[in-house]
């Protein structure tokens, strides 16, 4: 098998609408469908098997936690956007792919396999972090599994270890980094950075007896469940950095959700949601690629050279404003960058001072 880097190919409206009904989409929907039922109803902390394979990819999750320590912030107090130094820890991660890997699959899909990986923890350029990361880490979840390091045997210990780790070690790059939000919009109201521990959440609290939607709202359960349950984890992330005002202001779209009776309506909305505002919007999926594991033929074939630093693709038109895309929709990341709500909380710590200092666009 002839293994390739992979590239973006997603540019129009008319390429996303290819890629909506390709063999790649269906691929990768099924597999995070597929790990989303593998655990319903279960804990972070249930007892699952753990292969050797998933052991060689907690592994190399730990040893970058480590890297992060070692790597820390420069000086930046006075600012709220992303600090420097997440840019030494992306290229550590780069030029350290083949190390990272050698146990885990052949030498020949390395460069495939790997670019996936470093791509996974946010934007060099712009110091910032979403959904579309997220989908990168998936996708190499999914590679692994074509290459038959992971098989559906692994799939529980895929998303209460292996995903959950990936969540602790995210967490620790934003706090330390202050990673900006992609997009002006962050995640379309439910976090900031995050989909999928909603998603996986919602399943693993599907029977639960005690346990609602609208518990979200109750401060002592979400202390002392968030750490059993990816859901209320993420709420408890939430309530920490955005201490200015309720749930009700800050993150309207989950106080709605909470509003559902049970968790599986809750998980199904999840569900659709996910394939509308991530994997069929084009600012995101602009960022998506594809090799001979995860392959698409479709859109053209993209090199970073044509991308402007936003990572998009602009045709630039003299006296006139940019047109993305061959004149088609503006995308949402080119916009003012978004400061991040960690660095907002952390200066108003360091100042000692408990005025809410306004978020835009928050």
Request: aromatic letters at 12%; a neutral charge; charged letters at 25%.
């Amino acid at each position: 098998m002839a293994f390739i880097i992979p590239r973006k190919r997603i540019v129009t409206k008319e390429d996303l609408d290819e890629f909506l009904t390709s063999d790649a989409y269906k691929d990768y929907i099924k597999y995070i469908e597929r790990l989303n039922n593998s655990v319903k109803n279960l804990k972070i902390d249930s007892d699952v098997e753990i292969s050797e394979n998933v052991e060689k990819v907690l592994c190399i999750l730990k040893t970058l936690l480590n890297w992060v320590k070692e790597i820390p912030p420069v000086e930046n107090s006075k600012s709220r956007f992303g600090n420097p130094s997440f840019r030494v820890f992306y290229e550590k991660v780069k030029n350290c792919i083949p190390e990272l890997h050698k146990e885990l699959v052949p030498e020949a899909a390395v460069n495939e396999v790997g670019r996936y990986f470093y791509e996974c923890f946010g934007n060099h350029k712009r110091i910032d972090y979403g959904t579309g990361h997220e989908a990168n880490f998936m996708a190499w979840l999914l590679c692994l599994e074509k290459l038959k390091v992971l098989d559906i045997s692994d799939d529980k210990a895929v998303v209460l270890r292996i995903f959950v780790k990936y969540i602790e070690l995210m967490r620790q790059l934003q706090f330390q980094y202050w990673l900006e939000p992609a997009g002006s919009h962050g995640v379309w109201g439910l976090d900031d950075y995050h989909f999928l521990p909603f998603l996986f959440g919602s399943s693993q609290l599907l029977d639960h007896k005690y346990i609602k939607p609208k518990s979200i709202h109750d401060r002592d359960i979400v202390e002392e469940f968030s750490k059993s349950y990816m859901y209320l984890a993420c709420i408890k992330f939430i309530n920490t950095v955005k201490t200015t005002a309720s749930l009700r202001w800050h993150s309207p779209m989950l106080d709605d959700i909470s509003a559902c009776k049970t968790w599986t309506k809750v998980n199904q909305g999840m569900i659709k949601m996910y394939k509308a505002e991530v994997l069929s919007k084009l600012p995101i999926m602009q960022h998506f690629m594809f090799g001979s594991l995860i392959n698409f033929q479709g859109g053209r074939p993209l090199t970073e050279e044509m991308e402007d630093e936003c990572g998009h693709v602009h045709a630039h038109v003299p006296e006139k404003k940019d047109v993305y895309a061959l004149g088609q929709e503006y995308p949402d990341c080119c916009g003012i960058p978004i400061p991040s709500a960690i660095a907002a909380a952390a200066l108003r710590n360091n100042e000692g001072s408990h005025k809410p200092r306004p978020i835009p666009f928050d």
